[in-house]
């Protein structure tokens, strides 16, 4: 099955500073890599997500980039907030409809430093 | 008017009790999710509904059974209980667009086993 490899496991940067967290697959029939959100004590929430048919995509200040080849995808996010303080999660989830599940990452824990 | 609504919120019980979770969404998604989210925050599938059928079944123990009655409900019911069992319980539904599936989770059920 798809292993999802994450990292970092926690990540501490200064308010404005640029964040960037890295995630590997194991599936190369992998095709669509969502990256999920939570903040403490509140529920996982989808922030972006990428098709393997695309190498890049942004929105605000946060973009992800896709390496098919070298199965491996990345969050950056730029001028960060303290608001942007939570647990971040990649997932990977192969084609086939339902019967293929979405198999998340360890998760980061991203601390935005007034 | 919440998408996915769980309830109870916190649960708290004695070891070798039996408990139930329940969820619905209100979304018309075909699919229906459990995860347990332990204490270092690692999101893992238990299983996974379509249409009121059972798709996915990851290695959880026999004593959890999932039941959904209809495509906008799945609950959770827990026997005897353990220590180990203690844990988030989040439901969640999606429904597949495009090469997209977009998970919508509930709130969580705080699962404490004295």
């Known amino acids: 099955g798809e292993n999802v490899e994450q990292h970092p496991s926690t990540l501490s940067v200064q308010e404005g500073d640029s964040a960037v967290i890295k995630c590997t697959y194991s599936d190369s029939a992998s095709n669509y890599f969502p990256w999920y959100k939570q903040e403490l004590g509140k529920r996982p929430q989808l922030i972006i997500d990428i098709r393997s048919n695309v190498g890049e995509k942004k929105d605000q200040r946060i973009a992800v980039t896709l390496n098919k080849t070298a199965k491996h995808f990345s969050l950056h996010i730029t001028e960060t907030q303290p608001e942007d303080s939570a647990v971040y999660f990649c997932?990977?989830?192969?084609?086939?409809?339902?019967?293929?599940?979405?198999?998340f990452g360890k998760g980061t824990l991203l601390t935005v430093n007034p | 008017d919440t998408a996915v609504s769980q309830t109870p919120k916190y649960l708290v019980t004695q070891m070798g009790n039996d408990k139930s979770i329940k969820c619905e969404q209100n979304?018309?998604?075909?699919?229906m999710y459990w995860y347990k989210q332990d204490s270092k925050k690692f999101l893992k599938i238990m299983f996974s509904?379509?249409?009121?059928?059972?798709?996915i079944n990851e290695t959880v123990p026999n004593r959890f059974s999932p039941k959904s009655p209809d495509k906008a409900h799945l609950n959770l019911h827990i026997n005897s209980l353990e220590l180990g069992d203690s844990a988030v319980y989040f439901c969640?539904?999606?429904?597949?667009?495009?090469?997209?599936?977009?998970?919508?989770f509930g709130s969580g059920t705080q699962l404490s086993v004295l």
């Open positions: 979304l018309g998604h075909d699919t």
């Open positions: 969640a539904s999606s429904q597949e667009d495009r090469g997209r599936e977009k998970l919508f």
């Open positions: 997932a990977a989830k192969g084609s086939g409809g339902s019967n293929y599940k979405l198999t």
């Open positions: 509904y379509n249409n009121k059928e059972l798709i």
